[in-house]
């Protein structure tokens, strides 16, 4: 467990910022801690100051910490001293560095230096552990992100992002821990690895401490203090003999979820963008939307293109449901004139109802299933709108600014339920009044939840509405069944 409490020190603690193209990053010289990161091209929810990831104020502890444990050595709370340079990334230069010295505690001195490069928010740290004493040590290096469990500030209660600790390794892959867990105890990830990395999540961005693949390690997630939670690896120096100095390189990340980005950055970075069990349908759905935007330049225009594309690969196998419906419709009034018949033989109605499908050769089921098979793949996409931070202020057209936020004036999901209840009404009536009722309600239900969504999802849930219509509507005329709407009888619902 990392230590918490460190010999005095001469040094002064002082927090400074630097910043590059990038970042702007408050470091505290006790530890020489990460105390803040700022996003200079992802504004806050104002939409005028950089967005705040890590924080220590008031309202957020959230922290970056790095120190030695195995003895009496410098630890996150040992006051350093800011080596003197450059605090802004210089017109033309590459990287910026800040460099960091403890006193020498426990025969050992620990230098940390972070290079910050241009146009990146993985930053490489540099552990240089000197020894100034007379016998060989053999120090730990710890590394750990500390958060306070506070949900974040404007979350839906209408849709859940995960927020929390989580941690990769090649033999077990993304895991996600809840705080609740490590309060309780419950806490279930692998503890031992050579490879992968440590991270805090959130909606949208992530931080992490990454270590180079082949270097063992020890992950740990505890609670450190009242509403205060670590994650975080322990790594293993080899014995520094007297004179020497012994080196451990990480990296630091923090910043937006961008997935092609992620991907450069380290094995496995690109899943703290979580699409859960949907990942094998999701991450191609993204690299699609990703294409298209790059040829369309606009996420709106995209994520229709992508509806319009995904309706194209899916049109035989809905045609065959929709095709099913329209004769569904045909026989409909034969069915209802068998209900009515036999409404006091419920055995004698279900043979011949069966009869008239075996005759009529229709499926009953024929117009779910095809529209099962396509469920996966709308559930995935609604997950990579959901969780694209490229959809975050990106504006539309109009009044949609921003496609990560409710349609400010309801515009988009009046749309989405009009057009719901449109397709509701072209499809057969149910013969059971139940299923009748339901088939009306539930979209009206369901339709209220998308006042409350993101603008994005909205308009691919209108884009694969309006195509839905458009396909059934041509495949009935096709089929000689003239589309007619099936209005509701709400006097009958209320019997």
């Known amino acids: 467990m990392p230590a918490q409490a460190a010999g005095p ?3 002064q603690r002082e927090r400074f910022t630097v910043s590059t193209d990038v970042l702007r990053v408050t470091f505290d010289t006790e530890g020489g801690t990460v105390v803040r990161t700022e996003f200079l091209r992802h504004k806050a929810d104002d939409k005028q100051s950089p967005f705040v990831l890590l924080d220590q ?23 350093m001293t800011a080596v003197p ?8 230069a590459s990287e910026l560095v800040v460099s960091f010295e403890s006193p020498v505690q426990g025969g050992v001195k620990l230098v940390k230096t972070y290079t910050l490069p241009r146009g990146s928010y993985a930053i490489p740290v540099k552990h240089e552990v000197v020894n100034t004493g007379a016998a060989a040590v053999a120090p730990q290096l710890y590394l750990q992100l500390v958060r306070d469990g506070n949900a974040l500030p404007g979350e839906s209660s209408f ?15 993304f895991q996600k821990v809840d705080f609740k867990d490590i309060e309780k105890g419950k806490a279930t990830f692998e503890k031992t690895a050579s490879n992968g990395y440590v991270a805090m999540v959130q909606h949208y961005f992530a ?10 390690r020890e992950l740990f997630m505890q609670k450190v203090d009242a509403n205060l939670y670590s994650a975080g690896m322990i790594t293993p120096l080899a014995s520094v003999a007297p004179g020497a100095t012994g080196t451990v390189d990480a990296r630091f990340f923090a910043g937006p979820q961008v997935e092609t980005m992620l991907e450069q950055i380290a094995p496995g970075l690109d899943l703290v963008k979580d699409y859960g069990w949907l990942t094998i ?5 993204y690299w699609l939307l990703d294409k298209l935007h790059g040829f369309l330049g606009n996420w709106g225009w995209s994520i229709m293109g992508l509806v319009l594309i995904i309706k194209i690969a899916f049109y035989w196998l809905q045609a065959k449901g929709y095709q099913s419906m329209a004769k569904m419709k045909a026989i409909n009034p034969k069915v209802m004139a068998l209900r009515e018949r036999y409404k006091e033989n419920p055995q004698q109605m279900q ?22 098979v396509q469920i996966p793949v709308f559930i995935a996409l609604y997950w990579v709108l959901l969780s694209s931070v490229e959809m975050r202020h990106a504006p539309w057209i109009l009044w949609i600014r921003d496609l990560a936020a409710p349609d400010p004036f309801f515009i988009l999901p009046v749309i989405m339920t009009l057009s719901t209840l449109l397709q509701t009404a072209l499809n057969p009536v149910p013969p059971d009044p139940m299923q009748a009722k339901m088939m009306w309600f539930m979209p009206l239900i369901f339709s209220v939840m998308f006042f409350f969504f993101p603008a994005g999802l909205v308009l691919y849930w209108i884009t694969n509405n309006i195509l839905s219509i458009a396909q059934q509507w041509l495949i009935n005329v096709r089929m000689g069944v003239p589309p007619e709407f099936n209005l509701p009888k709400f006097s009958k619902f209320t019997k």
């Open 351 to 372: 043979q011949e109802m069966m009869r008239i499908y075996k005759e009529e050769k229709v499926n009953p089921l024929g117009g779910c299933l095809p529209i099962m």
């Open 159 to 173: 849709y859940s992002t995960f927020t929390g600790p989580a941690a990769y390794t090649e033999a077990q892959k």
């Open 281 to 285: 349908l999701a991450k191609p759905l």
């Open 57 to 79: 104020s008031p309202e957020r502890v959230y922290v970056a910490q790095t120190g030695l444990v195995g003895g009496d050595f410098p630890t996150h709370k040992t006051i």
């Open 207 to 216: 931080s992490a401490w990454i270590l180079p693949d082949g270097r063992p």
């Open 9 to 11: 020190s001469a040094a």
């Open 85 to 92: 340079g450059d605090r802004a990334l210089k017109d033309g």
